[in-house]
């Protein structure tokens, strides 16, 4: 079984007038590093690893995980569906890349990193944050913002939990 121990983290700050709500949750997997950084790297690989992802079109020919690399996911969020467009805007290769998007008067920033643990095992976190830009995403995070930080946990558990398992198959 490649999934050693998964935990989690949500916080929430208030900042004068800058509302977000981050959520970092992270699975320490029985795999070194490079392979699980082969994994989240391969973007046009991901609807075949995350189960919750339904299409991904990568725009242009080159899917190489660099800054710039934009593409449009489509996923399932408890029986929902949406598509966004993200666009990787910082990769330290090996260990961290971010990717950013938005809609619905949110912008969107989910942040993925790599930590070798040791020769065999490796933290994999995933960091989401939406943050909004207009009064109607401000209210609607006050009135929602419970219910969607559930969503967003349980979507990014099913991810983590998908990518050990697709480390576990490459292994």
Not at 8 to 17: F, K, N, S, Y
Not at 38 to 51: E, H, K, Q, Y
Not at 90 to 97: F, I, N, Q
Not at 119 to 139: E, K, M, V
Request: glycine share 10%; hydrophobic share 40%.
């Amino acid at each position: 079984m490649p999934v050693v121990q998964a935990w989690a983290e949500t916080t929430a700050r208030r900042d004068g007038q800058t509302m977000y709500d981050g959520i970092t949750q992270a699975i320490d997997i029985e795999a070194p590093a490079d392979e699980v950084w082969a994994v989240i790297s391969d973007v046009r690989g991901l609807p075949a690893v995350l189960s919750g992802m339904t299409r991904l079109e990568v725009d242009g020919e080159d899917a190489s995980l660099r800054v710039g690399l934009t593409w449009t996911q489509t996923r399932v969020i408890r029986g929902h569906s949406g598509s966004e467009t993200l666009c990787v805007t910082a990769v330290e290769g090996g260990s961290r890349y971010v990717a950013k998007g938005g809609s619905h008067g949110f912008d969107y920033v989910t942040t993925w990193s790599v930590v070798p643990l040791g020769a065999d095992t490796t933290r994999l976190s995933c960091t989401f944050q939406g943050l909004p830009r207009t009064w109607l995403a401000r209210l609607m995070l006050k009135m929602f913002s419970g219910s969607g930080n559930d969503a967003s946990r349980e979507a990014m558990a099913t991810d983590l939990s998908d990518i050990a398992a697709a480390v576990g198959r490459v292994r």
